[in-house]
């Protein structure tokens, strides 16, 4: 099944179309890893959670709801509508780190770990 992605009213953004399965997958996935139930999100992203449910079954995704999404589990919008398998973040963040050497990359890994650590704590 194909769906495609939808400004607020009826005017597609792109022409092309999109695996329906896969952006629902990647939906309730990354939902999932923000670790929000569907009511959360749905609250967050000021919708239904009806509305929430179908989009995660693959119906057309407004634009403006696309955003919040991105914003609130943290992905880009071409990884959430199935355009690239990496996520904007991971590869924002190897960009960085290319730029440094590996005493810098050294000590922004033990501060991430740190972080993780209290966060997990």
């Given amino acids: ?6 400004k607020s009213g009826s ?12 952006v629902g997958n990647r939906l309730q996935e990354s939902r999932e890893e923000s ?9 967050k992203l000021d919708i239904h959670i009806n509305t929430l449910a179908r989009y995660e079954h693959g119906a057309t995704i407004p634009s403006e709801v696309l955003k919040k999404m ?3 589990y943290q992905k880009s919008a071409d990884y959430l509508i199935g355009n690239t398998n990496d996520n904007y973040y991971d590869v924002q963040i190897m960009r960085l780190l290319e730029q440094n050497d590996m005493k810098t990359n050294k000590a922004i890994y033990e ?4 972080i993780m650590k209290i966060r997990v704590a």
């Fill in 11 to 22: 005017d597609p953004i792109r022409k092309d179309y999109y695996d329906s399965d896969k």
């Fill in 70 to 72: 991105c914003i609130i």
């Fill in 1 to 6: 099944m194909k769906i495609d992605i939808m």
């Fill in 111 to 114: 501060i991430v770990e740190r």
């Fill in 35 to 43: 670790k929000l139930t569907q009511e959360k999100a749905a609250e």
